[in-house]
T-cell receptor
Framework: NAGVTQTPKFRILKIGQSMTLQCTQD?????MYWYRQDPGMGLKLIYY???????DKGEVPNGYNVSRSTTEDFPLRLELAAPSQTSVYFC???????????FGPGTRLTVT | GIQVEQSPPDLILQEGANSTLRCNFS?????LQWFHQNPWGQLINLFY???GTKQNGRLSATTVATERYSLLYISSSQTTDSGVYFC?????????????FGAGTRLAVHP
């Protein structure tokens, strides 16, 4: 199993541009999560999904959108990128709502 | 909302030394996890430990949920233990495992 994969690894965006961060897991996990990590800080939950077609907001959802059309994929969309969205973005998954989460390698995003 | 506090914020060890990292949380939680973020940024799940004690090699963890704290023990530290250790707690009715992270303990192990 590849586990949780994320693409791209790095990206530089100009203010106002849009992009989609991709996340795929091959462990048949129902629960998937997007976090952001600002320098020197812990992670903060952006959005999560408990299954295909079901998503909900986390702690810091403003400026982001998600969709979950399949069990495997959970893309994160940034519309109108702002410098405040410069961060490292992590995707995670778990089989059930109580259990250890498995993280992807992260996407480092810079908005200038 | 719930507060998660980790101590110490920074720790420097000589290889072979032991250490204890602490995580305090301000309210009841559904579960608690410890993560290691290595110098390359990868997050590794160390323990899923809502209560009790677990051990994995040189690492062990204890959570006392009634007193709202958890401890991570590292014995005979190695340079590969360097990185940031995060405690994260899960809250919310019905689970959903929405993790709230502490600020982390930054560990440097010198040879």
């Amino acid at each position: 199993n590849a586990g949780v994969t994320q693409t791209p690894k790095f990206r530089i965006l100009k203010i106002g541009q849009s992009m989609t961060l991709q996340c795929t897991q091959d462990m048949n996990h129902n629960y998937m999560y997007w976090y952001r990590q600002d320098p020197g800080m812990g992670l903060k939950l952006i959005y999560y999904s408990v299954g295909a077609g079901i998503t909900d907001k986390g702690e810091v959802p403003n400026g982001y959108n998600v969709s979950r059309s399949t069990t495997e994929d959970f893309p994160l969309r940034l519309e109108l990128a702002a410098p405040s969205q410069t961060s490292v973005y992590f995707c995670a998954s778990t089989y059930e709502d109580i259990g250890g989460q498995y993280f992807g390698p992260g996407t480092r995003l810079t908005v200038t | 909302g719930i507060q998660v506090e980790q101590s110490p914020p920074d720790l420097i060890l000589q290889e072979g030394a032991n250490s204890t990292l602490r995580c305090n949380f301000s309210d009841s939680v559904n579960n608690l996890q410890w993560f290691h973020q290595n110098p390359w940024g990868q997050l590794i799940n160390l323990f899923y430990i809502p209560s009790g004690t677990k051990q994995n090699g040189r690492l062990s963890a204890t959570t006392v949920a009634t007193e709202r704290y958890s401890l991570l023990y590292i014995s005979s530290s190695q340079t590969t233990d360097s990185g940031v250790y995060f405690c994260a707690v899960a809250v919310g009715p019905g689970g959903y495992n929405k993790l709230i992270f502490g600020a982390g303990t930054r560990l440097a192990v010198h040879p």
